[in-house]
C-alpha cells in the first residue's frame, strides 16, 4: 500500500523540528504535531483530529507520536485536500541540512544539442549517401544499375556465383575468362617452377653423360707442324755426314700426326660409382619434375579459388553496405516524420562508415589475388605500356564432400611422394660418392695405343715419313697421401648418414602431411555444416528485426545486431568452403595422385623423356633396396607392399581402357 503524500510531508516536518529543537505542544493530539510553527493551518486542513483518548504520552518526543501508535484500521487518515500531484509550495518547511554525505550530482555544463554535432544531419532535400556505381578508378559491376546487390540471396552459395559478376578496374577489356582447367594447364606450360625442374632433368642426364664418359675409350688424334728461321739452323750437319763432307743442309721444318686411344683399366672402382651416382641423380631429377607439377598444381589450385573467395567477400561486404544504407533511409525518412530521435540516424550513419574499411579491403584482397595468380601462372602481360590483366576467372565455391580412408591415404603417400622417392634415391647416391672416396686407397690403371706418322727432320720437302704403332700402360698409386683419403671418406660417410636421417623424417613428415590434410579437410566439412543452417537462420533473424523495427516493436540496434551476425556467418561459410578445396589440393599432393593436370602435362619433355618420366613414376615401382648398413633400419623396405592404395586417375583410366579392349 503506498503512503500518502500528505504523511510523507509531516514527517520531514518532524523531522526538521526535532533537529531545530522546535517540539509539538503537550495537547497536541494530531499524529504529525500540527502546533508546530505556522504549519497548523495547512495541515489541519488535511489531518482530521484523533479520538481524546488517544493521547500521545507527555515524554514522548518522536515526530509521529510512536506511544500513541494509532493504527489505519481506527484512525484512518483523512485523503489529502488541495495537493496538485505534490507540486503545492510550502512556505514554511524546514531546510536540510548540507552537509548529510549524499553525493552531490554534477550539472551538465555542456549539454548536446543538434547544433553542437561535428556534421549535420542529411535532410530530405540532400537525402542519403547514394550507391556506388562502377567507375574506372572503383570497384564495380556488370549490372551499372547495381540491381545485383538487392537481387542476390544472402545464402553464401549465392555470394559465390554472384562473383562472377565482379569486374575489377585491374581487368582489360578484352580479358580472357578462363576456367580452373584452362588456368592450370597453363600453368602447366609456363610455370617457371616446372620449366626449371624440365631444365633440370637436361642438366642431370647431360652430367651423367660425362660422368660415364670416364668409362668408355678415348681417341685423339695429335697433328703437329713445326717451322724454324733457316738462319737458326746454320752450321747443323745432317746424320750420317762428316762435318767435312757436304754442305749443311738447312733443315727449317717438321710434322708428325698422333692418332692415340686410352681405355681406364682400374681405378678403385670410383669411375664406375660416380657413373651410377650420375645415373641415379638423373633418375631424383624425375622425381623432382614430378613434385614440383604437383605442388604447382595445388598453389594453382589455391590461389584460383582465393581469387573466387575474395570475390564472394566482395559481394558480401557490398551487400552489407547497401543494408547499411538503407537503414540510413530508412531511419532519415522516420526522422523527418518525427517518429524516431535524431540518434537512430546517426548510429545507422556510423555502421555504414564502419562497414566501408572491410569492403576496401575485401577489394584490395581481390586485386592482390589476382596479381598473385598471373605472377604463379608465369603469364606475361601482353603490352608493358598497359598493365592492365590480360584474364578473368569464372568459378564458384563448390562444396563436393570426398570420403577419405586414413590409413589407405598414408599407404597410398608412402607408396607414390616423389618427395620420399628422391630422397630414398639420394642416400644411394651418397653410398656411391662413399665408393668414389675410397678408391683414393687404390691405384689407378690405364692403357693407351695409337698410330704415329712423322716426317724426316732432314728432309726439307716433307715427303719422306716414318710410322708405325705404339701399345703402352701408366699406373699410379698413392702410397702416403697425409690422411687426404681418410678426410674424404668420413666426409661422404658422414653425408650418407645426413641423407639417411633426413629420408627417416621425410617419411614422419609425409605421414604428418596426410594427417594434417584430412583432419583440415573434416575441419572445413564439420564448419560448412555447421554454418550453413547459420546463414539461413542470420538472414530470418535480419528479416524479423527489421519488421519488428517496422512495427515499432523492435529498437534499430537489433537490425544492426542482425546485419553484423549475418555477415559474419556469411564470411565463415565462404572461408570454409575456400578450406575444403584448399584441403583438398593439399591432400592431393600429399599423395602425388596422377590427375587430369598431369596427364595434361607434356612440355618441355621430348619423346624419350616421357617415356623414363612414367616409368620412374610408376605407381607399382618398386623400392630400391637401401646399403647394406642401412637395411635395419629402413622405415619402408622394398619387401613392405600396401594392399589398399588408393588408385591414380591414369591408372583408373588405363585399366578401363584395357577392359573395353575386345578380345581377338
Sequence with gaps: MKTPAYTILAAWAMLAADLTGQQPATNDASISGISVDSQTTNQSLTNLPVEATNLPSPADLSPTAASVAPTLATNPPAPPTGLNAGTNTFTNLPLVPENTGLPQAPMITNPVTPESLPAPLPDTTTGPVPMATPTATNFGLIDETMKLIHDVPLSAEALAKAGNKVVPNIIAKDAKRMNIDQVVQFALAHNPDILTAAQNIQRASGNFVNVRAGLLPRVTASPAYTWLDPNIQQGQTPPGYSSGGIPSVQVNQAWNINFQGTQLIYDGWKTPALTEAAKLSEQIAYFQLRQTLDRVVADVVRQFYQVVLNRALVIANEQQVALYKTQVTDQQSRYDAGTVPRFNVLQAQVQLANSMPPLITAENNLRVSMFRLIQLIGMDYPNL??????????????????????????????????????QRFNILVTAKQVTAAISGWLPTINANGGYQIQSYKYDQSLTETIEGWFFGATGSWAIWDSLATYGSVKQAKATMQNAKIAYDNAVRSVVTEVQTAISNLRQAKETIESQRTTVEQAAEALRLSRERLDAGAGVQLDVINAQVQLLQAQTSVLQALFNYISATAEYDRALSLHTQYEELFDDPLNKWEKERYKKYNAQDRLRPQLPKSMRKEDPLPPSVQFDNLIKSSSYRKEQKASKNQKPD
Design 385 to 422: 605500356q598497359n598493365m592492365k590483366l590480360p584474364i578473368d576467372v569464372t568459378g564458384e565455391l563448390g562444396y563436393y564432400p570426398r570420403k577419405i580412408d586414413d590409413n589407405a591415404s598414408i599407404h597410398t603417400a608412402l607408396q607414390r611422394n616423389p618427395s620420399l622417392k628422391a
